[in-house]
């Protein structure tokens, strides 16, 4: 069969992957099953932990369409391989929308007779998502939902709002499957088989199963326990977090809600496909799946997918009608989100009228919704890319490379001393098994698990521990600004109304009897998406200040007033009696008839909720008795200007605007509009939000403060002194952003903001940026250029970077390089930016309050919440602490979990030397380290070290100094090499010194090398033994390095345990000190006063105390040369690199230190203020000179 070209499944999405399909092969299979047969299932394992290995090998390549099995691979960095076998499935059409089918029951029933009759479709899972075989486009694809078919707005409303038969039900059902996030427990054996066969417990089975082979029972019955327990720990740890998500996921999501078939009938979440019309019920509900309004309002909280606690109001999805092909869009989850109910989120109430219930059109099912977008990325959750682990396997491979030289040593020395082949093949597999440590992973993880701890203690949760690591890099911080940087609540400073075209002077509040009546105050009153939960106002903080500050009531109809009427029954606002005028004297009867006439009240008809996108929000309101409806409109001031009637903006607009955004206030605007008496509630309830939105006339502006938080100032300083860059990234205005950055010292005050503003192509011309300082802004005549030593910042709007994004790619690399504030910036445009900051090399942490922030949260190397909610699921850390002073923390404990790392890391790389050292110098003599000598190693000494030697805490403050972000740096390969050399320095001379003594000779049960007084203090039994040594491991050599080796471990891990700059001293780590001096106590007690008992169990004898002595000697200068030598690597060793690098000329490995370098000598960066820069457009085929899309032009 011909090989076709490579699948793309998942096109230009996170998960993407290359797709090929295979057809299995026999005679491979069985070629196969007979080397798994050779080699005693070591093969098959192989092939488990490969499956690219497992399919190539036992099938053969065809197209896809034919498949029986396909094998995927990730198109990101990691590269991942997957395999899944292709099944096929009998259905009566391909189309799950198609609604010409027959009865699908009938399909089930008679299947044996209807085989010939139903179409086979093939389909694969992989990650809980079924890929169908689609024939038009020749791949596999995912069944979304209704999206898939592209609706418009209108189509929703028309075709799928009189909900689906129960036979288009049941058709649907077996494309899409039952709607439930199924979060299955695996038992603990199919756990403990997935645990067992990984490639580390392999390699501890093979080192047990060997020591055994070789009589070292008790070692290796220590190491099946550590195992064991290893392996209890993680089954308990995994079980315990898939039993929580089960949990987590299935307490809401099997409910029972109501239908649209025929009639409304009752029916399980389960039941519920693409398509359906359910009914919210009015006292609220978990929403089972993702759905679309069609009719009524709600009150949502969507805690669980955004941590934003402010419960939101959703209104049905607008209904342009048929006229209408301009407005019509096609329906998107993203772009109509304020119409969507999301799966998981919480209906608090529900708003609806009599005849007409709340109804919401299912769009997503199961793991297609947003909640099952989010447990899909926990269940199978992208591996951690960080260089510390890439390092980590490089320099294990550096450990089996010498471990295979040791090998072949060996075994040469064996043949040569001939040795028995049984006794060559176990020495010589024992060097391996010496050389990479066991005991690795758990130590490596211990220094995560003391700094998650650490972490909880001051109130940040982590449900990502492998980031805190990547945290200890971070150089660059975004930063959200309202709730993040500045108070969540916003104080009204005062309002500036307009009146034909002209600014009033500013007024501190509008709470006043002649502004009661004024369209200013109507707006403020009833532009916003407020609700009573509880008889409490909830909504929106600014929308809450701006409502608190009219005085105003607001009024919501219960459940019966609105059952009673025939219309909905709006939400009413009225003034306070004290702000109105006072009403004429009357007689009873003309008062009664007045009544309603004197009330003065406004009943909000329509809301078109605030939108990030927009800018904005608006609402259709009526005065009481009056016939015509208003529309209000409320946002920032720049669109809502752009959206009034010329003659009603006053002229020194901008000035006005610029005068009090740079003094860091928050402006909103307010517009108006007399609608046209033809629109009648009905029609309002369906008319389109541009239609509604245009020709306003601008009322004036809101001034709100918002004040930087107490800790703002100095948290940022401190990141400023440790030279980690911070960006600010808002939804704001850019002035204020501005004003608000230069306030808390982001920008110092003698720098200059530079302002990109870039327009998109038109009417043929090139896209541009202009280029102006943020002081002046409308002025040419400031100073022409900046000096290269002098420091500026790029500031832009959210527009602007869109178009740099797309028409200035290779500029955009050089903006973000001084780039500091990012204003107006949509939810998805920061994590662009993130991504951006990413694409230079720089470690990005993002802080947010969790409302707009989730993708950049996610996307952040570090992404911290402050959102109050523990259970933050968007960010991989939740602050308790709603400050941004959190951050310094985090970086703290990340540097302090990395130099652990590294610590623990080389210690255990220098543990395992030394212990190979040890073995290789006694092979030469044909011996070896006893039993009980390899136990109190590894057991007492090593495993006791290295989980005490991780509890040292941060240090207290950040320094500008950044620790390493590999194992394969300079400093540190060069302290590992010459520790190395100095350990088998010291061995050497011990191994051959003992050798060259007088007393010496080759031990036996009878020798006696000890003086007879040490002889009569030993007692009789000392040398009692007179069984033969069969591995000859009673000796002068293995005694004399037994000693010196077991000091040389302690000696590394004092030498490697590193404090200040980024950790505590080690002596303020009391258990770490306590276990070196005890375990020093014990050596020197058991070298100088030998107790037989000890000695007998270690395996160790007897040798003269002046031996002692000089072994003693050796101990001492060993520590005084390594400590000496780590301390001149410390003070010099990156000065000496970096002078050779140098003398190298060597480019910076980081692109953004290799950009500064360049634009350092360009003399056109940065931009002058008279300068334009404009896009080029390169003919195809013909790229632009100097790789350069861009060219500079003075303004005219």
Same mark, same amino acid.
């Given at each position: 069969?011909?090989?076709?070209?490579?699948?793309?499944?998942?096109?230009?999405?996170?998960?993407?992957?290359?797709?090929?399909?295979?057809?299995?092969?026999?005679?491979?299979?069985?070629?196969?099953?007979?080397?798994?047969?050779?080699?005693?299932?070591?093969?098959?394992?192989?092939?488990?932990?490969?499956?690219?290995?497992?399919?190539?090998?036992?099938?053969?390549?065809?197209?896809?369409?034919?498949?029986?099995?396909?094998?995927?691979?990730?198109?990101?960095?990691?590269?991942?391989?997957?395999?899944?076998?292709?099944?096929?499935?009998?259905?009566?059409?391909?189309?799950?929308?198609?609604?010409?089918?027959?009865?699908?029951?009938?399909?089930?029933?008679?299947?044996?007779?209807?085989?010939?009759?139903?179409?086979?479709?093939?389909?694969?899972?992989?990650?809980?998502?079924?890929?169908?075989?689609?024939?038009?486009?020749?791949?596999?694809?995912? &069944?979304?939902?209704?999206?898939?078919?592209? %609706? $418009?707005?209108?189509?929703?409303? #028309?075709? *799928? /709002?009189?909900?689906?038969? !129960?036979?288009?039900?049941?058709?649907?059902?077996?494309?899409?499957?039952?709607?439930?996030?199924?979060?299955?427990?695996?038992?603990?054996?199919?756990?403990?088989?997935?645990?067992?066969?990984?490639?580390?417990?392999?390699?501890?089975?093979?080192?047990?199963?060997?020591?055994?082979?070789?009589?070292?029972?008790?070692?290796?019955?220590?190491?099946?326990?550590?195992?064991?327990?290893?392996?209890?720990?993680? &089954?308990?740890?995994?079980?315990?977090?898939? %039993? $929580?998500?089960?949990?987590?996921? #299935?307490? *809401? /999501?099997?409910?029972?809600? !109501?239908?649209?078939?025929?009639?409304?009938?009752?029916?399980?979440?389960?039941?519920?496909?693409?398509?359906?019309?359910?009914?919210?019920?009015?006292?609220?509900?978990?929403?089972?799946?993702?759905?679309?309004?069609?009719?009524?309002?709600?009150?949502?909280?969507?805690?669980?997918?955004?941590?934003?606690?402010?419960?939101?109001?959703?209104?049905?999805?607008?209904?342009?009608?048929?006229?209408?092909?301009?407005?019509?869009?096609?329906?998107?989850?993203?772009?109509?989100?304020?119409?969507?109910?999301?799966?998981?989120?919480?209906?608090?109430?529900?708003?609806?009228?009599?005849?007409?219930?709340?109804?919401?059109?299912?769009?997503?099912?199961?793991?297609?919704?947003?909640?099952?977008?989010?447990?899909?990325?926990?269940?199978?959750?992208?591996?951690?890319?960080?260089?510390?682990?890439?390092?980590?396997?490089?320099?294990?491979?550096?450990?089996?490379?010498?471990?295979?030289?040791?090998?072949?040593?060996?075994?040469?020395?064996?043949?040569?001393?001939?040795?028995?082949?049984?006794?060559?093949?176990?020495?010589?597999?024992?060097?391996?098994?010496?050389?990479?440590?066991?005991?690795?992973?758990?130590?490596?993880?211990?220094?995560?698990?003391?700094?998650?701890?650490?972490?909880?203690?001051?109130?940040?949760?982590?449900?990502?521990?492998?980031?805190?690591?990547?945290?200890?890099?971070?150089?660059?911080?975004?930063?959200?600004?309202?709730?993040?940087?500045?108070?969540?609540?916003?104080?009204?400073?005062?309002?500036?109304?307009?009146?034909?075209?002209?600014?009033?002077?500013?007024?501190?509040?509008?709470?006043?009897?002649?502004?009661?009546?004024?369209?200013?105050?109507?707006?403020?009153?009833?532009?916003?998406?407020?609700?009573?939960?509880?008889g409490k106002l909830s909504g929106d903080p600014l929308d809450l200040k701006m409502f608190e500050a009219t005085g105003w009531i607001l009024e919501e109809a219960t459940e019966e007033e609105t059952s009673l009427h025939n219309r909905i029954m709006p939400t009413v606002v009225r003034p306070p009696k004290q702000l109105m005028p006072p009403e004429p004297v009357m007689s009873p009867e003309q008062d009664m008839e007045l009544y309603d006439l004197s009330a003065y009240e406004i009943g909000i008809v329509r809301q078109f909720p605030f939108s990030s996108a927009l800018q904005r929000m608006c609402v259709v309101a009526r005065l009481l008795g009056e016939k015509r409806m208003d529309a209000y409109l409320k946002g920032a001031p720049e669109v809502v200007a752009s959206l009034c009637k010329k003659d009603t903006v006053p002229e020194d607009f901008a000035e006005v605007l610029e005068d009090y955004t740079k003094q860091g206030f928050r402006v909103i605007a307010l517009a108006h509009r007399r609608l046209e008496s033809k629109l009648t509630w009905h029609k309002v309830q369906n008319v389109n939000r541009d239609q509604m939105e245009a020709n306003m006339e601008f009322l004036g502006l809101i001034i709100m403060q918002n004040k930087l938080k107490a800790e703002t100032s100095g948290v940022l300083q401190d990141l400023r002194r440790a030279h980690i860059r911070t960006v600010m990234v808002t939804g704001d205005n850019m002035l204020t952003a501005i004003s608000v950055a230069r306030d808390c010292g982001m920008i110092p005050p003698q720098d200059q903001v530079i302002i990109a503003d870039a327009l998109p192509p038109k009417d043929g011309q090139a896209a541009k940026i202009t280029w102006r300082y943020a002081d002046n802004p409308t002025s040419h005549c400031v100073r022409l250029y900046l000096d290269p030593q002098d420091q500026y910042h790029f500031a832009m709007s959210g527009k602007s970077f869109a178009v740099i994004t797309e028409?200035?790619?290779?500029?955009?690399?050089?903006?973000?390089?001084?780039?500091?504030?990012?204003?107006?910036?949509?939810?998805?445009?920061?994590?662009?930016?993130?991504?951006?900051?990413?694409?230079?090399?720089?470690?990005?942490?993002?802080?947010?309050?969790?409302?707009?922030?989730?993708?950049?949260?996610?996307?952040?190397?570090?992404?911290?919440?402050?959102?109050?909610?523990?259970?933050?699921?968007?960010?991989?850390?939740?602050?308790?602490?709603?400050?941004?002073?959190?951050?310094?923390?985090?970086?703290?404990?990340?540097?302090?979990?990395?130099?652990?790392?590294?610590?623990?890391?080389?210690?255990?790389?220098?543990?395992?030397?030394?212990?190979?050292?040890?073995?290789?110098?006694?092979?030469?003599?044909?011996?070896?380290?006893?039993?009980?000598?390899?136990?109190?190693?590894?057991?007492?000494?090593?495993?006791?070290?290295?989980?005490?030697?991780?509890?040292?805490?941060?240090?207290?403050?950040?320094?500008?100094?950044?620790?390493?972000?590999?194992?394969?740096?300079?400093?540190?390969?060069?302290?590992?090499?010459?520790?190395?050399?100095?350990?088998?320095?010291?061995?050497?001379?011990?191994?051959?010194?003992?050798?060259?003594?007088?007393?010496?000779?080759?031990?036996?049960?009878?020798?006696?090398?000890?003086?007879?007084?040490?002889?009569?203090?030993?007692?009789?039994?000392?040398?009692?033994?007179?069984?033969?040594?069969?591995?000859?491991?009673?000796?002068?050599?293995?005694?004399?390095?037994?000693?010196?080796?077991?000091?040389?471990?302690?000696?590394?891990?004092?030498?490697?345990?590193?404090?200040?700059?980024?950790?505590?001293?080690?002596?303020?780590?009391?258990?770490?000190?306590?276990?070196?001096?005890?375990?020093?106590?014990?050596?020197?007690?058991?070298?100088?006063?030998?107790?037989?008992?000890?000695?007998?169990?270690?395996?160790?004898?007897?040798?003269?105390?002046?031996?002692?002595?000089?072994?003693?000697?050796?101990?001492?200068?060993?520590?005084?040369?390594?400590?000496?030598?780590?301390?001149?690597?410390?003070?010099?060793?990156?000065?000496?690199?970096?002078?050779?690098?140098?003398?190298?000329?060597?480019?910076?490995?980081?692109?953004?230190?290799?950009?500064?370098?360049?634009?350092?000598?360009?003399?056109?960066?940065?931009?002058?203020?008279?300068?334009?820069?404009?896009?080029?457009?390169?003919?195809?085929?013909?790229?632009?000179?100097?790789?350069?899309?861009?060219?500079?032009?003075?303004?005219?």
């Amino acid at each position: 069969m011909e090989k076709e070209e490579l699948k793309i499944v998942n096109k230009d999405e996170e998960d993407e992957m290359e797709l090929q399909g295979y057809r299995v092969c026999r005679w491979r299979v069985a070629v196969v099953s007979l080397g798994v047969l050779c080699t005693g299932g070591f093969l098959l394992l192989l092939l488990y932990w490969m499956p690219e290995w497992c399919v190539k090998a036992t099938c053969t390549r065809t197209t896809v369409r034919e498949a029986e099995v396909v094998l995927l691979q990730s198109t990101d960095d990691f590269k991942r391989w997957f395999l899944a076998k292709v099944r096929v499935m009998l259905a009566p059409g391909r189309n799950p929308f198609d609604t010409q089918i027959k009865k699908v029951s009938a399909l089930v029933i008679f299947a044996n007779i209807l085989i010939s009759f139903s179409l086979q479709i093939r389909y694969f899972t992989l990650h809980s998502t079924k890929y169908y075989w689609n024939d038009e486009v020749h791949n596999f694809e995912v &069944l979304t939902g209704l999206e898939d078919r592209e %609706v $418009t707005c209108s189509t929703v409303h #028309s075709e *799928h /709002s009189t909900g689906l038969t !129960s036979n288009q039900q049941e058709y649907r059902r077996l494309f899409f499957g039952v709607n439930e996030i199924a979060v299955k427990v695996p038992s603990v054996f199919k756990l403990l088989i997935k645990e067992v066969l990984n490639p580390f417990y392999i390699f501890q089975l093979f080192s047990v199963i060997l020591w055994s082979a070789d009589e070292y029972y008790y070692y290796a019955a220590a190491i099946v326990f550590m195992s064991v327990i290893s392996i209890a720990t993680s &089954l308990y740890t995994i079980k315990k977090q898939y %039993v $929580t998500l089960h949990d987590m996921v #299935s307490a *809401h /999501s099997i409910v029972r809600v !109501s239908v649209c078939r025929a009639n409304i009938e009752e029916a399980l979440s389960t039941d519920l496909v693409p398509g359906d019309v359910m009914v919210i019920p009015s006292n609220g509900t978990i929403m089972p799946c993702d759905a679309v309004l069609i009719s009524g309002t709600c009150i949502v909280n969507e805690s669980m997918l955004t941590g934003e606690s402010v419960p939101v109001t959703k209104t049905n999805l607008p209904n342009p009608g048929e006229g209408d092909k301009e407005g019509d869009a096609a329906y998107s989850m993203e772009e109509h989100k304020r119409h969507t109910l999301f799966c998981g989120t919480h209906v608090i109430q529900t708003r609806f009228y009599s005849g007409e219930l709340v109804k919401a059109v299912v769009v997503r099912t199961g793991f297609s919704t947003a909640k099952g977008q989010l447990v899909r990325s926990i269940l199978y959750p992208k591996p951690t890319d960080f260089k510390l682990y890439r390092d980590a396997y490089l320099f294990l491979l550096c450990l089996v490379a010498i471990a295979g030289i040791g090998f072949v040593y060996s075994i040469v020395l064996s043949i040569m001393n001939n040795v028995p082949a049984k006794t060559i093949i176990i020495e010589s597999l024992d060097i391996i098994t010496i050389t990479v440590p066991p005991a690795l992973p758990a130590a490596m993880t211990a220094g995560i698990v003391y700094a998650q701890r650490r972490l909880k203690r001051i109130g940040i949760f982590c449900i990502s521990p492998q980031r805190i690591n990547i945290c200890g890099q971070l150089n660059l911080v975004c930063f959200d600004k309202t709730g993040t940087l500045t108070e969540d609540g916003l104080d009204l400073w005062g309002v500036q109304r307009v009146e034909k075209g002209t600014f009033h002077l500013s007024e501190e509040n509008a709470y006043k009897d002649t502004l009661v009546k004024s369209q200013f105050v109507a707006c403020m009153a009833t532009c916003h998406s407020l609700t009573n939960i509880d008889g409490k106002l909830s909504g929106d903080p600014l929308d809450l200040k701006m409502f608190e500050a009219t005085g105003w009531i607001l009024e919501e109809a219960t459940e019966e007033e609105t059952s009673l009427h025939n219309r909905i029954m709006p939400t009413v606002v009225r003034p306070p009696k004290q702000l109105m005028p006072p009403e004429p004297v009357m007689s009873p009867e003309q008062d009664m008839e007045l009544y309603d006439l004197s009330a003065y009240e406004i009943g909000i008809v329509r809301q078109f909720p605030f939108s990030s996108a927009l800018q904005r929000m608006c609402v259709v309101a009526r005065l009481l008795g009056e016939k015509r409806m208003d529309a209000y409109l409320k946002g920032a001031p720049e669109v809502v200007a752009s959206l009034c009637k010329k003659d009603t903006v006053p002229e020194d607009f901008a000035e006005v605007l610029e005068d009090y955004t740079k003094q860091g206030f928050r402006v909103i605007a307010l517009a108006h509009r007399r609608l046209e008496s033809k629109l009648t509630w009905h029609k309002v309830q369906n008319v389109n939000r541009d239609q509604m939105e245009a020709n306003m006339e601008f009322l004036g502006l809101i001034i709100m403060q918002n004040k930087l938080k107490a800790e703002t100032s100095g948290v940022l300083q401190d990141l400023r002194r440790a030279h980690i860059r911070t960006v600010m990234v808002t939804g704001d205005n850019m002035l204020t952003a501005i004003s608000v950055a230069r306030d808390c010292g982001m920008i110092p005050p003698q720098d200059q903001v530079i302002i990109a503003d870039a327009l998109p192509p038109k009417d043929g011309q090139a896209a541009k940026i202009t280029w102006r300082y943020a002081d002046n802004p409308t002025s040419h005549c400031v100073r022409l250029y900046l000096d290269p030593q002098d420091q500026y910042h790029f500031a832009m709007s959210g527009k602007s970077f869109a178009v740099i994004t797309e028409h200035f790619q290779d500029l955009l690399q050089k903006l973000v390089l001084h780039g500091t504030v990012f204003a107006r910036m949509a939810p998805d445009q920061k994590t662009e930016l993130i991504e951006a900051l990413q694409s230079v090399d720089y470690f990005v942490g993002m802080c947010g309050d969790g409302a707009n922030d989730c993708g950049a949260l996610k996307r952040a190397h570090g992404g911290i919440s402050l959102s109050e909610l523990e259970a933050s699921v968007a960010s991989p850390f939740t602050s308790r602490t709603p400050n941004i002073s959190c951050v310094p923390s985090l970086i703290r404990e990340g540097r302090a979990a990395l130099i652990t790392s590294f610590c623990v890391f080389k210690f255990m790389a220098l543990y395992s030397i030394i212990q190979y050292i040890s073995v290789t110098l006694l092979y030469s003599i044909l011996s070896n380290l006893g039993d009980f000598q390899f136990l109190f190693i590894d057991i007492a000494i090593i495993l006791l070290v290295v989980f005490t030697m991780s509890l040292n805490p941060a240090w207290k403050e950040l320094v500008s100094r950044r620790p390493p972000s590999g194992l394969i740096s300079g400093p540190l390969l060069f302290s590992v090499l010459t520790q190395i050399l100095i350990c088998l320095g010291f061995q050497t001379i011990a191994f051959l010194w003992v050798r060259h003594q007088a007393w010496y000779h080759i031990w036996t049960p009878q020798s006696d090398a000890c003086n007879s007084s040490l002889r009569a203090n030993l007692g009789p039994e000392h040398n009692s033994s007179e069984e033969r040594d069969d591995h000859n491991i009673k000796n002068y050599e293995n005694t004399s390095l037994f000693y010196v080796s077991s000091f040389q471990y302690l000696i590394v891990a004092i030498v490697f345990s590193k404090g200040k700059p980024f950790r505590q001293p080690s002596y303020k780590n009391w258990p770490f000190v306590v276990s070196c001096i005890g375990l020093y106590i014990f050596m020197f007690f058991i070298m100088f006063y030998p107790v037989s008992a000890i000695d007998e169990f270690l395996e160790i004898v007897c040798v003269p105390f002046e031996w002692r002595i000089t072994l003693f000697f050796i101990i001492i200068v060993n520590a005084a040369v390594s400590v000496l030598v780590e301390g001149g690597i410390d003070l010099w060793g990156a000065k000496c690199l970096s002078w050779l690098c140098c003398r190298r000329r060597k480019v910076p490995k980081a692109r953004y230190m290799h950009l500064a370098q360049e634009l350092s000598v360009d003399p056109d960066w940065p931009p002058k203020p008279t300068t334009t820069t404009e896009a080029k457009h390169p003919l195809p085929g013909n790229p632009p000179e100097n790789g350069s899309s861009y060219q500079i032009m003075a303004d005219s």
